[in-house]
């Protein structure tokens, strides 16, 4: 029987949507105030979605205090409060667009996670935008 366990967590952080190879009006164009030169930020939610197999000695999917440490170390330590674009190197040259730190979070996270369990990262960046990213 599988069953999913989710995490919620929350960071804060600034970016600037752009195409470096893009003029600026072209930018503003295509991303309008996202596109602003001096950044801006979001409140950003985040639920990590774990799937596996209950272990019949604990009861758990996986242990929630582990996971939690994870996504302290992984993904709150790195993001909260930083400039995506300017502090976080997986950022440096990677548009730092919701679907691309959903992508970002997976990648951190999935390596921490045994590999018989099965991910999912949605993260809103607004109440109402959000993105689901599960590897595919």
Known sequence: M????????????????????????RNAMVFGKCANPHYHGHNYDLTVSVTGEIHPDTGFVMDMKVL???????????FDHKNLNEEVPEFATL??????????????????????????????????????????
């Open 2 to 25: 599988k069953v999913t366990v989710n995490r919620k967590s929350h960071f804060n952080a600034a970016h600037r949507l752009y195409n470096a190879d893009w003029s600026d009006a």
């Open 68 to 78: 939690k440490k994870i996504i302290e170390e992984e993904v709150e330590e790195a």
């Open 95 to 136: 548009n730092p667009t919701a679907e691309n730190i959903a992508v970002v979070i997976y990648n951190k996270l999935k390596p921490k996670l045994d590999s018989d369990l099965v991910l999912s990262i949605t993260l809103y960046e607004t109440a109402r935008n959000y993105v689901v990213y599960s590897g595919t």
